[in-house]
């Protein structure tokens, strides 16, 4: 389990790292078709930076609302909450906020800046079908998740993508409709090199966002395993959700990386190939193959 988190978080560096680089290529492309290559890069800079913090404090708002999360109190869903709060004091991080959403789904997801502001949601539909070792395995992914810094990894780089976007589509208006109409060789290359990265960038950094999402699962199911010392909870829950099938009602695209299954159902060979999560029948194999 310490082997995988560890190669888990360095594949994660080294796919943030990508994103960076293709930031800042397209922003110094974009800069030198326009006469100014560092004026490119700084305004991919300040893109990024605007928006990321824009996100990081007002991400976890978002996420709750666009589910139907209501928070509750201890009264109202004891068992709950006694499990959250034990794994946060095993977990040494602070209590999160606990919410209910009301879908017969089974799902879950965490949510928060950072460990101190943290929120833990789960559905009625999860709650109805686990047992307690199941639920507990459930809520020690979201746990890790909330330790592991991933929902804050994993803001940053759905905003990597929006800017990746913008700033592709902002280059490919350039070159289409810019003044610099000059024909010399050096402008031909440029004109080429920024029309390909305008178009296939955006697809890659898609690429990147599901490779970084599905190795930040990969990390939690290892880390909530080694929470618990029993990886078999959270694989048997893993198969009770895959067996429902059904979608969330308020399945949505821009979150649907918090979850700690696909909201949207399994679907198909080809749609999980571009989906936020790994297979589950992968990430029950790992969990079956880990020693306690």
Do not use: C
């Amino acid at each position: 389990m310490y082997n995988q988190i560890a190669s888990n978080k360095r594949k994660t560096v080294l796919l943030v790292t990508l994103f960076s680089v293709l930031i800042l290529t397209i922003g110094w492309v974009f800069g030198e078709a326009n006469g100014d290559a560092t004026s490119g890069i700084v305004l991919a800079t300040i893109l990024a930076t605007t928006m990321s913090l824009i996100s990081y404090f007002g991400g976890d708002k978002l996420a709750l609302a666009t589910s139907g999360a209501k928070q509750i109190e201890k009264d109202q869903a004891p068992e709950l909450w006694r499990i959250i709060e034990n794994l946060a004091i095993t977990n040494g991080t602070p209590m999160p906020k606990v919410y209910i959403v009301q879908d017969d789904a089974p799902n879950a997801f965490a949510t928060g800046r950072n460990p101190e502001h943290a929120s833990v949601a789960v559905t009625t539909g999860l709650l109805r079908i686990m047992e307690k070792k199941e639920l507990e395995g459930v809520l020690a992914h979201e746990m890790s998740h909330i330790k592991n810094y991933d929902i804050l990894v994993m803001t940053i780089v759905i905003v990597l993508v929006g800017i990746v976007t913008l700033l592709a589509d902002w280059m490919l208006r350039s070159f289409m409709f810019g003044r610099n109409r000059e024909h010399n060789q050096a402008t031909i290359a440029l004109f080429v090199i920024g029309l390909v990265l305008s178009i296939l960038s955006p697809f890659f950094a898609e690429l990147i966002k599901l490779a970084v999402s599905r190795q930040r699962e990969y990390l939690a199911d290892a880390s909530g395993a080694l929470l618990t010392r029993y990886p078999e909870g959270l694989a048997s829950a893993l198969e009770k959700i895959r067996a429902y099938g059904a979608p969330m009602k308020k399945a949505n695209h821009a979150t649907a990386h918090l979850y700690i299954s696909n909201p949207f159902g399994p679907g198909n060979k080809l749609a999980s190939w571009f989906s936020t999560h790994p297979p589950v029948e992968e990430r029950i194999k790992r969990l079956r193959s880990m020693g306690v």
